[in-house]
């Protein structure tokens, strides 16, 4: 299967829409399907790429550390 064959098969999977998009209809499932899997390839491809998304890293030194409750 080449790399067509296989964005075409996404495409076509997605393009059945969920019960929620079904809802409220679609006028082209095709190219519905072809921008969300094109935003979901992006959004895999750069972390960065979701809007007010933010990702922060951290180890456990550099948390702030438990406050005791008091007695």
Known sequence: MTHEQSD??????????????AAV??????AQAEAILAESDLREADQGAAPDTV?????SEETVPPVEPPD
């Not at 990702?55 to 180890?59: I, P």
Request: aromatic share 0%; net charge negative.
């Open 8 to 21: 075409q098969d996404r495409v076509e999977s997605r393009a059945h829409l969920l019960p929620e998009e």
């Open 25 to 30: 209809g679609s006028d082209d499932p095709q």
């Open 55 to 59: 990702l922060e890293h951290r180890t």
